[in-house]
T-cell receptor
Framework: DVKVTQSSRYLVKRTGEKVFLECVQD?????MFWYRQDPGLGLRLIYF???????EKGDIPEGYSVSREKKERFSLILESASTNQTSMYLC???????????????FGPGTRLTVL | GEDVEQSLFLSVREGDSSVINCTYT??????LYWYKQEPGAGLQLLTY?????DMKQDQRLTVLLNKKDKHLSLRIADTQTGDSAIYFC??????????FGSGTRLLVRP
C-alpha cells in the first residue's frame, strides 16, 4: 500500500560529497515536492515540480538542485554537502487534477541525512 | 508572505481532550490541513477542512475554523497514548504548495 517511497531512510555523508536523494510515487501525480524538516522550524519547501523536466524553487533552494526526468521520480541533489544540510528530507506528491482535495497529499517516510 | 504558526508543545493525560491551535495568514487558502507525524515516520494526512466550513467532525477528531480570526484548531477527544506525535497545521497556496506550521508535539501521559 506504499505510495511514495524514498531511496534511503538514513544516510551519512561527508562534507563536500555529492548526494542524491530519490523519491518515487506510483500514483501518476503531476506535482512533487521536496521539503526539509528541522526541529522548531516545521517543513520548509526546497524545490517542487509541476511536470516532467519542470522545476520551481521553493523557499530554501540554495545548495540544492533537482531533477525530474520521469513523472514518477523526483530527485534532490546536494552538489557539495555541508554540515548545515544535516536534516530530515521529506518528499511529497499531489495530483493537480484533484485540486488539492483530501487524500491527494502523500508523503514519503523521509530520509534522515547526516553530513559529517 | 504566508505564515502558519503553532505552539510547540502540548501535554495531556490519557482520556482527556487535546486541543491544538494554529493561526494562518493567507485568507485565500481553499483547504486547511492537519497532518500527523509519528516518531521516525513521514507525514500522514489526518484531516482537512474546506474554507467555507466552520467545523468538521471525523470520529474523535473535530476541526474548527474561524475565518475571521484565521484560526484553526484540532480537538482530539479521549486522547490515547497512540496519539502522541507531532501535529502539523498546513494551508495550501494557489500554486498547490503546502505552507506548514512548525508542528506541535503532543505528549499523552498515562
Amino acid at each position: 500500500d506504499v505510495k511514495v517511497t524514498q531511496s534511503s531512510r538514513y544516510l551519512v555523508k561527508r562534507t563536500g560529497e555529492k548526494v542524491f536523494l530519490e523519491c518515487v510515487q506510483d500514483m501518476d501525480h503531476e506535482n512533487m515536492f521536496w521539503y526539509r524538516q528541522d526541529p522548531g522550524l516545521g517543513l520548509r519547501l526546497i524545490y517542487f515540480s509541476y511536470d516532467v523536466k519542470m522545476k520551481e524553487k521553493g523557499d530554501i533552494p540554495e545548495g540544492y538542485s533537482v531533477s525530474r526526468e520521469k513523472k514518477e521520480r523526483f530527485s534532490l541533489i546536494l552538489e557539495s554537502a555541508s554540515t548545515n544540510q544535516t536534516s530530515m528530507y521529506l518528499c511529497a506528491s499531489i495530483s493537480l487534477l484533484a485540486g488539492g482535495v483530501r487524500d491527494t497529499q502523500y508523503f514519503g517516510p523521509g530520509t534522515r541525512l547526516t553530513v559529517l | 508572505g504566508e505564515d502558519v504558526e503553532q505552539s510547540l508543545f502540548l501535554s495531556v493525560r490519557e482520556g482527556d481532550s487535546s486541543v491544538i491551535n494554529c493561526t494562518y495568514t493567507d485568507s485565500s487558502s481553499t483547504y486547511l490541513y492537519w497532518y500527523k507525524q509519528e516518531p521516525g515516520a513521514g507525514l500522514q494526512l489526518l484531516t482537512y477542512i474546506f474554507s467555507n466550513m466552520d467545523m468538521k467532525q471525523d470520529q474523535r477528531l473535530t476541526v474548527l475554523l474561524n475565518k475571521k480570526d484565521k484560526h484553526l484548531s484540532l480537538r482530539i477527544a479521549d486522547t490515547q497514548t497512540g496519539d502522541s506525535a507531532i501535529y502539523f497545521c498546513a494551508e495550501m497556496d494557489s500554486s498547490y504548495k503546502l505552507i506548514f506550521g512548525s508542528g506541535t508535539r503532543l505528549l499523552v501521559r498515562p
